[in-house]
């Protein structure tokens, strides 16, 4: 049985799950092996032992979801394509921003992967990250503080001020003088 299979029948069982299998198989360079495993860790964390832990989980959950950014995989059984995983992304970002402060390395993670998976992707994926990522984001105001450094560099400049620009527009409520107190001073 492969790997994929072998997910496709946990998913099915109750069996508890060995954490060192669910680590190696993180390491997958499969998309479909990955997509699996991240609805068999959402369905049944409970069952993987010893725990994974918070540090694991998260670092394989921002890895799929920026593979599937990146990748734009047919959707399907278990599979994001890449504006799926987009829109997914900012509840995720929000869950660990209100898990703060054990979670402020990962939130860093999280930000600086984005960055560089901006910088390297085409329009297509520069545009995912804007307008289904950061979009959504920001529009929790108090999040916007932690993209605050991507004003300050000149490639990453345009998707904070565009996604800032559209988040604002949709919700109508983050003024700039309140952004401008969450921020500091200056101009946002």
């Not at 029948?9 to 991240?38: N, P, T």
Request: aromatic share 10%; glycine share 6%; net charge negative.
């Amino acid at each position: 049985m492969d790997t994929y299979e072998e997910i496709l029948a946990l998913l099915k069982s109750d069996e508890e799950i060995s954490r060192s299998h669910a680590v190696e198989w993180m390491k997958s360079g499969d998309i479909k092996v990955l997509g699996a495993l991240y609805t068999l860790i959402d369905r049944a964390y409970y069952r993987i032992k010893p725990d994974l832990g918070m540090e694991t989980t998260c670092d394989f959950i921002l890895n799929y979801y920026t593979r599937c950014i990146v990748e734009n995989p047919l959707t399907g059984d278990y599979l994001y394509g890449r504006y799926e995983a987009g829109l997914v992304m900012p509840a995720w970002i929000k869950h660990l921003w209100n898990k703060r402060p054990q979670t402020e390395k990962i939130l860093g993670k999280v930000r600086d992967t984005l960055a560089e998976v901006y910088l390297c992707g085409d329009q297509d994926i520069r545009e995912c990250i804007m307008y289904a990522v950061l979009e959504h984001v920001f529009a929790d105001k108090d999040i916007v503080v932690l993209f605050k450094n991507w004003k300050k560099k000149l490639h990453l400049r345009e998707a904070y001020d565009t996604a800032l620009e559209y988040a604002k527009k949709e919700l109508q409520e983050i003024p700039d003088s309140a952004l401008q107190n969450i921020l500091g001073k200056g101009k946002v």
